[in-house]
């Protein structure tokens, strides 16, 4: 299942946030988009790697009647020992039977078509929060670009009503994509996860090479431009790879600003949900003081940081 192209009236979604505070300036809604190239191994919204809705299965609602399983006509429902079920979507057509007939709402499609129209008003509701905050409208996945006729009608559409437009970013996109959406933003949120080519494909399955070549294109545009920067323990939290950033961002026109965004685990349980293993293990979250000492060596090149966003 592809998400519509044509002009990009409708795409694919999985949530929208109303009174976001870390996603840009001011109060802003933060829509989220479906689709993703990286498969980053702290991904905290694994929901949003496929384009194609998905099923959640909630462990603590299931009362376990067994119905879903009788129901589907595609035998798409395994559940093991423990009771924990298990969507197969090689066999999963996302007819929706399971869904209507579970009492106990255990089990959740993720990922729905909207319109343009439909996200452009709800945005605009909100325009006195962005006119008296300096806030606006901020398209995050998954990645934007994976739908850039999508995000571009959206951006358009908001932008002509005199919002403020963001795009949260891995990079990773074709720089057609970026050229038809920068007539219409105003800020770009780039994550730069890892500098040495090698270890970003270790922690995010894919080469660093596109989203380093973007990111200087789009440092030449002018636009406003936010380095963010997951700092994640056992891949990026050392010196090293903090100097190595800083030293990229200052040879960038016009960047000055990263922000550091700690680690932690609050979409472990979706990889539950999703019958996934959490691909960070038991890995714990960084000290203030170890975030801190990073922020200082960012600072100890004129860059200006923010902890959190």
Not at 226 to 243: F, L
């Amino acid at each position: 299942m592809e998400p519509p192209i044509g002009q990009g009236d409708r795409g694919w979604i999985f949530d929208v946030k109303r009174f976001s505070i870390h996603d840009g300036p001011g109060i802003r809604t933060t829509v989220f988009l479906k689709g993703c190239p990286l498969r980053c191994l702290w991904c905290d919204n694994p929901e949003s790697q496929q384009i194609q809705p998905q099923i959640l299965f909630w462990k603590d609602r299931c009362i376990g009647c067994s119905v879903c399983l009788d129901v589907c006509p595609q035998s798409a429902i395994a559940v093991d020992q423990r009771g924990i079920k298990t969507i197969l979507s090689d066999r999963c057509d996302l007819c929706g039977s399971c869904l209507s007939e579970c009492y106990a709402n255990a089990l959740e499609q993720i990922g729905r078509l909207a319109t343009v129209e439909e996200i452009v008003s709800l945005v605009e509701a909100d325009t006195p929060f962005y006119d008296q905050s300096g806030g606006g409208v901020t398209l995050s996945g998954g990645e934007p670009t994976s739908q850039a006729a999508f995000s571009r009608r959206i951006l358009e559409e908001t932008q002509k009503r005199g919002i403020h437009t963001a795009v949260e970013t891995c990079g990773h996109a074709p720089w057609e994509a970026w050229e038809s959406l920068l007539p219409h933003l105003d800020l770009i949120l780039y994550d730069l996860k890892v500098i040495d080519a090698v270890r970003h494909r270790r922690f995010t399955g894919l080469s660093n090479q596109l989203i380093l070549e973007n990111l200087r294109r789009l440092a030449d545009t002018g636009k406003q431009i936010i380095i963010r920067r997951p700092v994640i323990p056992g891949c990026n939290d050392h010196p090293e790879s903090v100097h190595a950033l800083a030293r990229f961002v200052k040879e960038l026109n016009g960047i000055d600003e990263v922000h550091l965004l700690p680690y932690h685990r609050l979409g472990e349980n979706k990889y539950e949900q999703l019958s996934r293993d959490y691909p960070m293990g038991e890995q714990s979250s960084l000290s203030d003081e170890d975030v801190e000492e990073l922020r200082d060596i960012l600072i100890s090149y004129d860059l200006k940081v923010n902890i959190g966003g």
